[in-house]
Protein backbone atom coordinates (compact mmCIF):
# COMPACT_ATOMS: atom_id res chain seq x y z
CA UNK A 1 0.00 0.00 0.00
CA UNK A 2 0.93 3.09 -0.69
CA UNK A 3 0.07 6.64 0.65
CA UNK A 4 -3.51 8.26 1.18
CA UNK A 5 -3.29 10.70 -1.91
CA UNK A 6 -6.54 11.97 -0.94
CA UNK A 7 -5.98 12.86 2.38
CA UNK A 8 -2.09 14.60 1.30
CA UNK A 9 -4.61 16.38 -1.54
CA UNK A 10 -7.39 17.58 1.03
CA UNK A 11 -4.50 18.58 3.04
CA UNK A 12 -2.78 20.55 0.36
CA UNK A 13 -5.99 21.92 -1.12
CA UNK A 14 -7.06 22.92 2.52
CA UNK A 15 -3.63 25.36 2.79
CA UNK A 16 -4.44 26.81 -0.20
CA UNK A 17 -7.70 28.44 0.53
CA UNK A 18 -6.24 29.27 3.30
CA UNK A 19 -3.53 31.17 1.69
CA UNK A 20 -2.38 34.76 3.10
CA UNK A 21 -0.26 36.27 0.47
CA UNK A 22 0.41 39.13 2.72
CA UNK A 23 1.58 37.00 5.40
CA UNK A 24 4.04 34.38 3.59
CA UNK A 25 7.13 36.45 3.28
CA UNK A 26 7.28 37.94 6.49
CA UNK A 27 6.62 34.17 7.62
CA UNK A 28 9.54 32.87 4.97
CA UNK A 29 11.96 35.43 6.59
CA UNK A 30 11.07 35.15 9.98
CA UNK A 31 12.68 30.94 9.69
CA UNK A 32 14.92 31.93 7.26
CA UNK A 33 13.59 29.26 5.12
CA UNK A 34 14.43 28.82 1.35
CA UNK A 35 10.97 27.04 1.30
CA UNK A 36 7.79 29.70 0.77
CA UNK A 37 5.16 29.91 3.48
CA UNK A 38 1.76 29.81 2.33
CA UNK A 39 0.86 32.60 5.27
CA UNK A 40 -1.29 29.92 7.26
CA UNK A 41 -0.38 30.30 11.03
CA UNK A 42 -0.67 27.32 13.38
CA UNK A 43 -4.36 27.86 14.75
CA UNK A 44 -5.46 28.31 11.42
CA UNK A 45 -3.29 25.39 9.93
CA UNK A 46 -4.75 23.24 13.31
CA UNK A 47 -8.41 24.35 12.60
CA UNK A 48 -7.99 22.92 9.10
CA UNK A 49 -6.56 19.82 10.28
CA UNK A 50 -8.85 18.82 13.01
CA UNK A 51 -11.45 17.22 11.25
CA UNK A 52 -9.63 16.09 8.53
CA UNK A 53 -7.35 13.79 10.24
CA UNK A 54 -10.23 12.62 12.45
CA UNK A 55 -12.64 11.91 9.27
CA UNK A 56 -10.12 9.98 7.07
CA UNK A 57 -8.47 7.81 9.89
CA UNK A 58 -4.96 5.87 7.84
CA UNK A 59 -6.36 1.80 8.20
CA UNK A 60 -2.20 0.77 8.99
CA UNK A 61 1.31 1.37 9.54
CA UNK A 62 2.29 1.10 6.12
CA UNK A 63 -0.52 3.63 5.10
CA UNK A 64 0.11 5.85 7.52
CA UNK A 65 4.25 6.40 7.10
CA UNK A 66 3.79 6.59 3.43
CA UNK A 67 1.26 9.00 3.87
CA UNK A 68 3.53 11.20 6.23
CA UNK A 69 6.71 10.93 3.97
CA UNK A 70 4.70 11.67 0.88
CA UNK A 71 3.27 14.94 2.32
CA UNK A 72 6.56 15.40 3.62
CA UNK A 73 8.56 14.92 0.65
CA UNK A 74 6.80 16.66 -1.89
CA UNK A 75 6.14 19.66 -0.28
CA UNK A 76 6.41 22.91 -1.61
CA UNK A 77 4.96 24.81 0.94
CA UNK A 78 6.33 24.54 4.12
CA UNK A 79 3.04 24.61 6.11
CA UNK A 80 2.70 21.45 4.25
CA UNK A 81 5.86 19.95 6.04
CA UNK A 82 4.17 21.04 9.38
CA UNK A 83 1.24 19.06 8.35
CA UNK A 84 3.21 16.35 7.55
CA UNK A 85 4.54 16.36 11.17
CA UNK A 86 0.95 16.95 12.63
CA UNK A 87 -0.01 14.02 11.14
CA UNK A 88 2.43 11.72 12.25
CA UNK A 89 1.86 12.81 15.79
CA UNK A 90 -1.92 12.57 15.65
CA UNK A 91 -3.60 10.81 18.81
CA UNK A 92 -5.14 7.89 16.30
CA UNK A 93 -1.68 6.57 15.57
CA UNK A 94 -0.01 6.68 18.86
CA UNK A 95 0.27 2.74 19.04
CA UNK A 96 2.22 2.75 16.16
CA UNK A 97 5.01 5.28 18.00
CA UNK A 98 7.89 2.80 18.00
CA UNK A 99 11.18 2.08 16.91
CA UNK A 100 10.04 1.36 13.62
CA UNK A 101 9.31 4.93 12.83
CA UNK A 102 12.89 6.03 13.69
CA UNK A 103 14.11 5.95 10.09
CA UNK A 104 10.84 8.43 9.45
CA UNK A 105 11.74 10.54 11.85
CA UNK A 106 14.79 10.73 11.04
CA UNK A 107 14.61 11.29 7.22
CA UNK A 108 12.24 14.49 8.56
CA UNK A 109 14.93 15.70 10.93
CA UNK A 110 17.91 15.32 8.66
CA UNK A 111 16.38 16.50 5.44
CA UNK A 112 14.24 19.41 7.17
CA UNK A 113 17.77 20.47 8.88
CA UNK A 114 16.26 23.48 10.62
CA UNK A 115 14.90 24.14 14.36
CA UNK A 116 11.36 24.71 13.35
CA UNK A 117 10.91 20.97 12.61
CA UNK A 118 13.66 19.03 14.71
CA UNK A 119 12.87 20.20 17.50
CA UNK A 120 9.01 18.89 17.65
CA UNK A 121 10.64 15.75 16.21
CA UNK A 122 13.16 15.28 18.65
CA UNK A 123 10.76 15.75 21.90
CA UNK A 124 7.38 15.01 20.77
CA UNK A 125 8.11 12.08 18.74
CA UNK A 126 11.56 10.46 19.60
CA UNK A 127 11.42 11.36 23.08
CA UNK A 128 8.69 9.20 23.77
CA UNK A 129 9.61 6.65 21.69
CA UNK A 130 13.04 6.33 23.97
CA UNK A 131 10.88 6.40 26.63
CA UNK A 132 9.13 3.31 26.16
CA UNK A 133 11.75 1.32 24.35
CA UNK A 134 15.12 2.57 26.14
CA UNK A 135 16.43 -0.92 25.06
CA UNK A 136 16.80 -0.21 21.14
CA UNK A 137 16.50 4.00 21.02
CA UNK A 138 19.37 4.49 23.62
CA UNK A 139 22.06 3.46 21.39
CA UNK A 140 20.89 5.10 18.54
CA UNK A 141 20.52 8.48 20.48
CA UNK A 142 24.55 7.38 20.94
CA UNK A 143 25.35 7.32 17.90
CA UNK A 144 23.88 10.25 16.58
CA UNK A 145 25.39 12.36 19.44
CA UNK A 146 28.52 11.69 17.29
CA UNK A 147 26.83 11.92 14.09
CA UNK A 148 28.31 14.28 11.33
CA UNK A 149 24.69 16.30 11.23
CA UNK A 150 24.48 18.95 13.55
CA UNK A 151 20.76 18.42 13.85
CA UNK A 152 21.25 14.15 14.49
CA UNK A 153 23.39 15.68 17.42
CA UNK A 154 20.75 18.63 18.60
CA UNK A 155 17.93 15.81 19.04
CA UNK A 156 19.87 13.32 20.81
CA UNK A 157 20.93 16.39 23.32
CA UNK A 158 17.51 17.38 23.64
CA UNK A 159 15.20 14.56 23.29
CA UNK A 160 14.84 14.05 26.97
CA UNK A 161 13.38 17.81 27.23
CA UNK A 162 10.33 17.36 28.96
CA UNK A 163 11.21 13.96 30.54
CA UNK A 164 11.63 15.41 34.09
CA UNK A 165 12.17 12.20 36.49
CA UNK A 166 12.63 9.63 33.82
CA UNK A 167 15.85 11.02 32.37
CA UNK A 168 18.71 8.72 31.82
CA UNK A 169 20.94 11.01 33.25
CA UNK A 170 23.69 8.77 31.60
CA UNK A 171 22.28 9.54 27.80
CA UNK A 172 21.87 13.28 28.99
CA UNK A 173 25.38 13.48 29.63
CA UNK A 174 26.67 11.27 26.73
CA UNK A 175 25.05 13.58 24.23
CA UNK A 176 26.09 16.57 25.58
CA UNK A 177 30.04 16.07 25.72
CA UNK A 178 30.73 15.29 21.94
CA UNK A 179 29.15 18.70 21.87
CA UNK A 180 30.42 21.22 24.81
CA UNK A 181 33.24 22.01 22.41
CA UNK A 182 31.65 22.95 19.44
CA UNK A 183 30.98 26.11 18.08
CA UNK A 184 27.67 25.51 16.51
CA UNK A 185 24.69 27.89 18.28
CA UNK A 186 22.04 25.62 17.82
CA UNK A 187 24.34 22.54 19.70
CA UNK A 188 25.16 25.08 22.38
CA UNK A 189 21.66 26.05 22.57
CA UNK A 190 20.31 22.68 23.02
CA UNK A 191 22.47 21.94 25.33
CA UNK A 192 21.66 24.88 27.82
CA UNK A 193 17.66 23.66 26.98
CA UNK A 194 18.10 19.81 28.23
CA UNK A 195 20.13 21.24 31.07
CA UNK A 196 18.07 24.26 32.13
CA UNK A 197 14.56 21.89 31.47
CA UNK A 198 16.31 18.60 33.81
CA UNK A 199 17.53 21.66 36.75
CA UNK A 200 13.61 21.36 37.51
CA UNK A 201 13.57 18.16 38.49
CA UNK A 202 17.13 17.87 39.17
CA UNK A 203 18.70 21.04 40.00
CA UNK A 204 21.87 19.60 41.95
CA UNK A 205 22.77 17.38 39.13
CA UNK A 206 22.58 20.00 36.76
CA UNK A 207 24.97 22.20 38.88
CA UNK A 208 27.25 19.37 39.18
CA UNK A 209 27.25 18.93 35.95
CA UNK A 210 27.95 22.34 34.58
CA UNK A 211 30.71 22.80 37.79
CA UNK A 212 32.56 19.03 36.54
CA UNK A 213 32.28 20.80 32.66
CA UNK A 214 34.26 23.90 32.37
CA UNK A 215 34.74 23.97 28.76
CA UNK A 216 30.90 24.66 28.85
CA UNK A 217 30.30 28.03 26.42
CA UNK A 218 29.21 30.94 27.97
CA UNK A 219 25.53 30.61 26.53
CA UNK A 220 24.78 26.85 27.54
CA UNK A 221 25.85 27.05 30.99
CA UNK A 222 23.72 30.85 31.55
CA UNK A 223 20.90 28.67 30.11
CA UNK A 224 21.52 25.73 32.02
CA UNK A 225 21.37 27.63 35.43
CA UNK A 226 18.96 30.18 33.89
CA UNK A 227 16.42 29.01 37.09
CA UNK A 228 19.00 28.01 39.95
CA UNK A 229 21.48 30.14 39.64
Known sequence: ?????????A??????????????????AYMKSDMPFRGVPKP??????????????LPDRVTYSA????????????EERYAAIDLSGHRAYRRWQDPALI????????????W???D?????????????DRTRVTPVMRTWAADASLWRRRTAIICQVGARKDTDTELLRDAIEPAIA???FFLRKGIGWALRDYAKTAPDWVRAFVDDHPGLSGLSRREALKHIG
Open 103 to 114: PVYEEMIAGGAW
Open 67 to 78: TVLELWRTAEYR
Open 116 to 118: DYV
Open 11 to 28: IRGGLAELADAAKAPAMQ
Open 1 to 9: MGADEELVK
Open 182 to 184: EPE
Open 120 to 132: ELAIRRIGPILRA
Open 44 to 57: QRSALLKPLLAERI
